[in-house]
């Protein structure tokens, strides 16, 4: 009976544990209790011999992480291949406070919006 007992208590930490990786694996989108990330550090794209003669915005999908950090970034409306790979370098710098699902942290799919200006 104890040996049940101790096997059950390890098949409950061992579920809990995979329900804590499932969560931390989950995406979610932002809305009801999922908040979004915030930015803490912005990073303005470097200038390239292009920008001057080009304006417009480069939209990017992104998942933030737990730990503040943007992965999973795909380009979803670009300008050209030079400004899209700026704009991706950039988003791989900045940093967020992670979204919140219940007050925990948890990865979110956002898009951002980088926005290149005529000089």
């Known amino acids: 009976m104890l040996a049940a007992c101790i096997l059950t208590a390890a ?4 579920d809990s ?3 804590a990786a499932k969560e931390s694996e989950e995406i979610y989108t932002v809305g009801g209790d999922v908040k ?3 930015i ?3 990073v303005e794209p470097a200038p390239s ?3 001057t003669y080009v304006e417009g915005v480069v939209r990017i999908a992104a998942v933030i992480n737990m730990d503040g950090t943007p992965s999973d970034l795909h380009v979803v409306k670009g300008l050209n291949d030079s400004e899209d790979k ?3 370098d950039a988003l791989r ?3 967020f406070a992670p979204g919140t699902k219940g007050g925990h942290a948890v990865r979110v799919k956002i898009n951002v919006e980088i926005n290149f200006h005529l000089l």
């Open 86 to 88: 700026l704009a991706l």
């Open 93 to 95: 710098q900045w940093r």
């Open 11 to 14: 098949q409950q930490k061992s």
């Open 49 to 51: 011999e292009q920008e």
């Open 40 to 42: 803490i550090h912005y």
């Open 17 to 19: 544990q995979k329900d």
């Open 36 to 38: 979004p990330p915030k």
